[in-house]
């Protein structure tokens, strides 16, 4: 059975920082590309980080220089450090799960509201 399952979510005021987590079951993780997405409510969603499986990264415009995702293969988990968080980050964050042959794999999400 193939599970991603996100954590860490939650209040933080502008300016703070969280760490999500993504943990997942059910692939072969080290050779997947890992990737956080989010979702505000009436807008699309929107990409906020990737890392392949060789480590390379990738980061939407709005977070750059801000957030930084990383891998542990050993524990079949991929993060997301978010620092210096605004207002306008709000919204539900989910994990993806990427390989040029499989279906793409995606968590249920995790709340993160900015706000003072």
């Known amino acids: 059975q193939v599970q991603l399952v996100e954590s860490g979510g939650g209040l933080v005021q502008p300016g703070g920082s969280l760490r999500l987590s993504c943990t997942t079951s059910?692939?072969?993780?080290?050779?997947?590309?890992m990737g956080w997405y989010r979702q505000a409510p009436g807008k699309e969603r929107e990409l906020v980080a990737t890392?392949?499986?060789?480590?390379?990264?990738k980061y939407g415009d709005p977070v750059k220089g801000r957030f930084i995702i990383s891998r542990d293969n050993a524990k079949n988990t991929v993060y997301l450090q978010m620092n210096n968080l605004k207002p306008e980050d709000t919204a539900v964050y989910y994990c993806?799960?990427?390989?040029?042959?499989?279906?793409?794999?995606w968590g249920q999400g995790t709340q993160v509201t900015v706000s003072s």
């Open positions: 059910g692939i072969r993780f080290n050779i997947y590309a």
């Open positions: 993806s799960a990427d390989h040029r042959i499989f279906p793409t794999r």
């Open positions: 890392i392949g499986s060789d480590g390379r990264t």
